[in-house]
Each structure stands twice: as structure tokens, then as C-alpha cells.
């Protein structure tokens, strides 16, 4: 099996309170892997470690076949760890190119060359037509695709997406489900997103891992994890299996 | 490579700065000695102004200690010349590193520890403020009793020593803004240039889309207080005294930054334009408070803020955006 990224045992406490509990999973290569569960299950914690934003307590993360876990952020994206974050955090005075374009530069010199790589994410991302404005003038919808197209300027191997669906409208939804889709079946770029939205999570994932309390109950194929016991009881609800 | 440094130039900008630029490269010829001081003066904060806002404007880092590295500056070129009879230009050299060194230390304290925002704009007060004490009690370049360079005869001019002709410090202003000007372009067209947008715009998110912030801040100090030094070994040839009570002070560094922040932090062209503007004021309320016969002290000091004042509350971004726009030169945000 050839794991993308593979997570062991993998702990973050603050102060008393556990804020993920030795979690271990596999990213594969090529898949699309979404962690769900209640807010507050430690899901973004995990995803700050896995970008390096902070080291866990214990257990460790390989990415690549390399341990990453003590790698500061800039080091963990230049390895090929894309990331966007939940608040989205575009560059707010630099036009909606530009944002692109410092992605590019993670792996190229010339700035020609990486705005020609920023026009390719940017038609990507449906964001082409509006690259000269700046990106504090944009909406939340466009900010959050312009989050998406930074990250993956940066020629990630892995995309983290931190909550990409919030706040967005259905048809916002399944436009984003569909980019990420056409990503991943054209690029073959692997995906990790953390996601409340069940209907993209179900229309994405692959694979599942449910967060409660900071432990994994569950993991497993989507039709199956939405039917266990434990996950419907603790996160979705019984209404979420007819949805 | 010029093709290359015009890329992006619209005509009309070309034309408007190749105007100014013989404007003032013919200046010296019809301005009289007072309006020549004026000039130099103005050059001598565009340039410093240009370099400063390397720091703040491209890469966000408030530094409110310049005058550290004009006093750096002009205190090895001149103790060199002094002492060993070594060369402006050679003492550049040394300038340029002494400066380049003492950036690059307070930036490894203060990106090292984290020290962000008005914190590393006091580092860079104290820093300026040591320097300031400790220079007044630092015998080899006299301490408080003030270092003083031979003065020489306007006969001839002597470029390689520095000694002449205000005329000939004019242009060496001139040419150094010039060249500053293409440099910070090229510098904000470049990979280093869009790093420190990032950075400056979200520190955070830079780093999440793979930039060693702290490489590129240090480089950001390091490329501002060589610069600005430059200025400095320019300040000690051309008033031939120097005192720390002076150099140092923190008047100095603020002067240093209300240019650019009057002509548009981050623009390329805000700098050289703020220059003009607040020189220009104060020379005109001077010369408008005397026509008046106004002779209370202070008064031209309160006319300035009040002005400035003004301004700022007017046009916050500063004026060169506002002018850009007027004038009709969108050019497009590097």
C-alpha cells in the first residue's frame, strides 16, 4: 500500500484538555479522505499539525515516506503540503492573481513562469476573469476558491481543505465539489479535508474518519461509516442517512 | 536587461518620469544656492524614504530607528576618512556592511524571538537610542564633542573625496534615487518583492503557502539599512560635522518616515513625491511666515502638523495613489 501521508498515534493536549487522542489513519495516493465530526473534535487541531503549525505531544506523521512532524509550515508546504484555512486568509491588498502567483513561486524562480502557472489554477478555479481585482473585494465564495487556487499553485501533493464548504450556498457547494472532483480525477491530486457539509462530504470522500472527543470512532468508506451506530448517535443524527 | 526593467512601464509614466529627470537633472543650472539646499535636502529624504519603505511598505516591518543606520553610515566613512585618510567611497564599503550587520542583528533578535508589530518598532527605537549614548562616550570618533571633517574650498570639485560643490552632492543624490527607484522596482517585480507582500499582508498564510518568513524579513532589514547607510556617509561629506545628540536622534527617524507615509507606504513613487511635499511645505511656510513678519516661535511647527494633519486625513493611502489616479497612470499593482 502507498500511503500519501500516514498518521500514528498522534496526540495534542492544551493545558488539561485532550484535544486529539491518538489518532492514526493513511492517507492514499490519489484519494480523497474527509475527516467529519462535531465541532470541537479536534479536527482542525489535526489539521494544524499535519501542516506544521504546531508539533503533537506524541505519535508521529509521515508524509511521503519522510516524518514531518517537527517540520515548521513553510518546510511542510514545500515538501508538498497545500493548505487553506477555515477564517479564510487570502493576501487582502494584493490583486487575486498575485495571491496566486505567491503560491507559484514556492517552486519557481521566474515570476513569468509562475504567473503563467497561476492563470492555469485560476481558470481551474473559475476565479480567471476577476484576477485583476484585489481579494479583499471579493465574496466569501470567491475567497474561499481563491484559498483553494493559492494552495494549489503551490504544486502540492497533498491539498488540505479546512472547511471549504462553510458558509457557501448549495449551488456554491456542488460548484467547489466539482472543481475539487475535476482535480482530483484530472491531477490526481490527493485531497484531506476536514467538512461539515455531508452532502459534499458524501459526493468527495472515498474514505472517512470520524472525530469525536478527540478519538476516531469511526473509519471506513462513506456508505458504510454513515450508517454505524456510533456516528450517528454522536455526530449526524438519524435524519443524515436519508439526506 | 532594459526591456526587462521597463516591462510594465506605460508610456506616459516614462514620459512624466524622463521629464522630471531632466527637470531636475537642469535644476542646479537656474536654482540659486538656498533652492539648491532645498533640493538636496529633498533628494537626501527621497532616497532615505526609498529605502525605508523597503522595510515597511514591501515587507511591513515598522522601523522607527533609521537614524541607526544613517549614524552608522556616516560615522565608519567618516572616522575612516578622518583617521586613515580613506576614501568616501572606499569607506562605503565599509558603511554598507557596519549598517547591513547591525539590521541584520536587531532583525535575528527580533524575528527570532517573534517580535512583532509596535514591539520590534521600540526594538528599533532602543537600538537607535543605544547607539545615540554610546556613541557619545566612544573616543575614536570624538563622542559628544562631535566629529568634524576638514572643510574644504568650493574651487573644484573633488568627487572622489567628496569635497566641492553642493551642486556635486546634488547629483550624487539624484543619481542615487534614480537608481533606488529602479532598484526597489525590480526588487517588488521580483520572487523577494511578492515574499514580502505576503508577508506583509498575512504573516501566517505566507508561511502556510511555503515562505521562510524569517529569511525574507532579515533580507528586507539587511537590503533597507544598506541602503539607507549610503545616505549617511552622504550627510557626513556634506555637513562635515557630526554629533550623536543629532545623528541618532529619534527626530531624525521620524523625519525619515513621514515622506513615505505622506506619498503612499508601498508605492514606488510615494516616497520620492512625499519628499517633495513636505520639504516643499516647510519651506513654504517658512518663507510665507516671514513675508507675513511672523516671528512667534513654534508657529511654523504648528502650521507643518497641521497640514500634515490634513493631508493624512484626506488621503490615507497617501497622495501618490490619489495623484496616480488623477493623473492617469493605473498602473497596475506590481
Known amino acids: ?243 | 536587461m532594459i526591456a526587462r526593467l521597463l516591462d510594465g512601464v506605460s508610456r506616459r509614466t516614462l514620459l512624466m518620469l524622463g521629464a522630471l529627470l531632466i527637470v531636475l537633472i537642469a535644476a542646479p543650472l537656474f536654482a540659486g544656492d538656498y533652492l539648491l539646499t532645498v533640493l538636496i535636502l529633498i533628494l537626501y529624504f527621497a532616497y532615505i524614504g526609498q529605502s525605508w519603505n523597503i522595510m515597511m511598505g514591501f515587507a511591513g516591518l515598522l522601523s522607527l530607528g533609521h537614524a541607526l543606520y544613517v549614524g552608522l553610515g556616516a560615522y565608519t566613512a567618516a572616522a575612516l576618512y578622518v583617521h586613515f585618510g580613506v576614501g568616501p567611497w572606499f569607506g562605503l564599503l565599509a558603511a554598507v556592511p557596519v549598517a547591513s550587520l547591525a539590521g541584520a542583528f536587531i532583525g535575528f533578535l527580533a524575528f527570532r524571538f517573534r517580535v512583532a508589530g509596535v514591539y520590534f518598532a521600540i526594538l528599533t527605537i532602543a537600538f537607535a537610542e543605544f547607539a545615540r549614548v554610546g556613541f557619545d562616550h566612544l573616543g575614536w570618533t570624538r563622542g559628544s564633542a562631535g566629529l568634524f571633517l576638514p572643510v574644504a574650498q568650493y574651487a573644484h570639485n573633488d568627487l572622489w573625496n567628496l569635497r566641492g560643490h553642493p551642486a556635486m552632492f546634488y547629483y550624487i543624490l539624484l543619481a542615487a534615487t534614480t537608481l533606488a527607484l529602479i532598484g526597489c522596482r525590480a526588487l517588488l517585480r521580483s520572487r523577494i518583492g511578492y515574499f514580502w507582500l505576503a508577508i506583509r499582508e498575512d504573516e501566517e498564510a505566507a508561511r502556510s503557502a511555503g515562505i521562510d518568513v524569517f529569511r525574507y524579513k532579515m533580507i528586507a532589514v539587511v537590503i533597507s539599512a544598506g541602503m539607507t547607510s549610503f545616505a549617511g556617509v552622504i550627510y557626513a561629506f556634506y555637513y562635515n560635522n557630526l554629533f550623536p545628540e543629532q545623528v541618532f536622534h529619534i527626530l531624525r527617524s521620524i523625519e525619515i518616515i513621514l515622506g513615505p507615509i505622506v506619498g503612499g507606504l508601498g508605492t514606488l513613487f510615494g516616497p520620492i513625491l512625499g519628499a517633495f511635499i513636505l520639504t516643499g511645505l516647510s519651506e513654504t511656510l517658512t518663507a510665507v511666515l516671514n513675508a507675513l513678519g511672523v516671528d512667534i516661535p513654534g508657529v511654523k511647527q504648528v502650521f507643518y502638523g497641521v497640514c500634515l494633519l490634513l493631508v493624512i486625513t484626506a488621503l490615507p493611502e497617501g497622495v501618490w495613489p490619489w495623484l496616480r489616479a488623477r493623473i492617469g497612470l493605473k498602473e497596475r499593482q506590481p
Do not use: W
Open chain 1, 1 to 243: 500500500m502507498s500511503a500519501l501521508l500516514s498518521v500514528k498515534g498522534v496526540s495534542k493536549r492544551f493545558r488539561g484538555l485532550v484535544a486529539v487522542d491518538r489518532v492514526s489513519f493513511d492517507v492514499e495516493k490519489g484519494g480523497v479522505f474527509a475527516v467529519i465530526g462535531p465541532n470541537g473534535a479536534g479536527k482542525t487541531t489535526l489539521f494544524n499539525m499535519i501542516a506544521g503549525m504546531f508539533p503533537p505531544d506524541a505519535g508521529s506523521i509521515a508524509f511521503d515516506g519522510d516524518r514531518i512532524d517537527e517540520l515548521p509550515p513553510d518546510r511542510v508546504c514545500r515538501r508538498g503540503i497545500g493548505r487553506t484555512f477555515q477564517i479564510v486568509r487570502p493576501f487582502p491588498g494584493l490583486s487575486v492573481e498575485d495571491n496566486a502567483v505567491v503560491g507559484a513561486l514556492m517552486h519557481r524562480y521566474s515570476v513569468d513562469d509562475a504567473r503563467a502557472r497561476a492563470h492555469e489554477v485560476l481558470r481551474r478555479l473559475d476565479l480567471y476573469d476577476k484576477r485583476e481585482q484585489r481579494a479583499s473585494s471579493l465574496t466569501l465564495p470567491d475567497r474561499k476558491r481563491l484559498e483553494v487556487a493559492r494552495a494549489l499553485a503551490t504544486d502540492p501533493k497533498l491539498l488540505l481543505l479546512d472547511e471549504v464548504m462553510a458558509g457557501l450556498r448549495p449551488t456554491e457547494t456542488d460548484r467547489m465539489v466539482a472543481i475539487l472532483q475535476s482535480l482530483n480525477r484530472d491531477t490526481g491530486l490527493t485531497i484531506l479535508l476536514i467538512e461539515h457539509v455531508m452532502r459534499a462530504v458524501m459526493a468527495l470522500a472515498s474514505h472517512i474518519l470520524v472525530l469525536h472527543h478527540g478519538a476516531a470512532i469511526a473509519e471506513g468508506r462513506p456508505e458504510q461509516v454513515v450508517r454505524d451506530r456510533a456516528v450517528i448517535d454522536s455526530y449526524l443524527g438519524v435524519e443524515a442517512i436519508d439526506a
